[in-house]
């Protein structure tokens, strides 16, 4: 059984900094292209950044530079640091196993202005 669990969601203020985490069981973090998607109050859910097994990297525009996705293959976790946040980036955010059905119950990113 596939379970996803984000953490580390918060308040912080605009250009602060927050990094998400997302804890894997039940598949190998190392061997698939995982994503964060975001979703914002009567948004689309979006997809933000994706990391292949290969380790290379894809961002949504409006997150490039600000932005940066990673792996930790032994803690079998991928995370999302994010810098210079801005009200615009508030969201719930969700991990993904790109292309698959499986994702996270969402951690709660709230940049105050």
């Known amino acids: 059984q596939v379970q996803l669990v984000e953490s580390g969601g918060g308040l912080v203020q605009s250009g602060g900094s927050l990094r998400v985490s997302c804890a894997a069981s039940?598949?190998?973090?190392?061997?698939?292209?995982m994503a964060w998607y975001r979703q914002a109050p009567e948004k689309q859910r979006e997809l933000v950044a994706t990391v292949t097994s290969a380790g290379i990297t894809n961002y949504v525009d409006s997150v490039k530079g600000r932005f940066t996705i990673s792996r930790h293959n032994a803690k079998n976790t991928v995370y999302l640091q994010m810098n210079s946040l801005k009200p615009e980036d508030t969201a719930v955010y969700y991990c993904?196993?790109?292309?698959?059905?499986?994702w996270g119950q969402g951690t709660q990113v709230t940049v105050s202005s």
């Open positions: 993904n196993v790109y292309q698959k059905n499986y």
């Open positions: 039940g598949i190998l973090v190392s061997i698939y292209t």
